[in-house]
């Protein structure tokens, strides 16, 4: 039996916001506080101004080094996180405007797949227990159902229903994800946020993991922001990229457009570092990998906030920051000397498709 959410009814967004996901001039600072009164002293600009759409059944993947900002709005989308400004439109509500049960409701829509697959499932909590804890949460269906539910999401992500009187230790690392997979399905959500999915895994266990999430993407009519500072796996899973740098977004576009022209000195750096099977091609091909350290996020560089790590940096990277423009009818980067000609002025990149 399957057991589906009410989907809520408060908070319609206005016709302007067509999108499935619309992310708007999103910023998030944590602040810095010091002494004994705890005065605030600066703030860590961890998003800055950071705006996407994403089309319902789509896979998005968020790239960059880790403290770019990628997971910080995975949080703030599922609203584990309140930003300090901007907006986040989801299914036609503005999340940052729902408070108490209109949020909760909302929150079955939307999940979060952690990236370690033990630390975020309970020792002390058979599998059953781990699984069925949303719809006991959330007061859906009896608990027949409940269980029934269970045990055919189970089935679904590859382990049988007999596991549900398991604990997490006497699985692998691999089967353990499918258990965090499992959970997240369990209220029927749109959108699912998996944050680093895979990095916790062995090499061999990956591809399975992402075959299964693009199986069920299908069968469940799944939107997915995937996190993940890996590359080539973001190149396997999602439709559409966009790169992260210090909290800013760099560059947004297709798979393809990225790989084959990216137009941002770090997107292609990042590329150089996804490590090739050829010692030859690897030794040539790190030259034009990343390298120098990440600035602080308490004091970003001025103008583009890459300059210190660029090697076509100039004076106007540091006196200007340079506006995400279009490279191609869905390709947008943020660079003063990019490494491809952008399109002419006038020329608008695809409704709907990115956001700037």
Known sequence: MSITAAAPTTGAAPAQHPAFLEIRHLVK?????????????GSIKAVSDVSFTIKQGQTFGLVGESG????????????????TSGEIWFDGVDVTKLR???????????????QDPYASLNPRMRVGGIVREPLAVQ???????????????????????KSVDLYPHEF????????????????NPKLIVADEPVSALDVSIRAQIL??????????????????HDLSVVKYIADRIGVMYLGKLVEIG?????????AHPYTAGLI??????????????????????LPSALHPPSGCRFRTRCPRAQQRCADEEPPLRPFGPQHLAACHFPLQPPLAPGTAAAPGEVSA
Do not use: W
Not at 143 to 160: H, N, P, T
Not at 272 to 293: H, L, N, Q, W
């Open 29 to 41: 600072e944590f602040p810095v506080t010091s002494g004994v009164m705890q005065r605030k002293v």
């Open 68 to 83: 770019c900002g990628k997971t910080t709005i995975g949080r703030m989308v599922v609203a584990l996180e309140k930003p």
């Open 100 to 114: 108490g049960r209109a949020l909760r409701r909302k929150r079955r829509d939307m999940q979060l797949m952690f």
């Open 139 to 161: 007061h859906i269906g009896t608990k027949s159902e409940q269980i029934a539910q269970v045990r055919r999401l189970l089935q679904e992500v590859g382990l049988s229903p």
């Open 172 to 187: 692998s690392g691999g089967q353990r994800q499918r258990i965090g997979f499992a959970r997240v399905l369990t209220l």
């Open 211 to 228: 075959n299964m999430m693009n199986s069920l993407q299908k069968t469940h009519n799944l939107t997915y922001i995937v996190i993940s």
């Open 254 to 262: 297709s798979g393809d457009e990225i790989y084959a022209q990216a």
């Open 272 to 293: 150089a570092s996804i490590p090739v099977p050829d010692p030859t091609m690897e030794r040539g091909k790190m030259d034009g990998a990343v390298r120098g350290e």
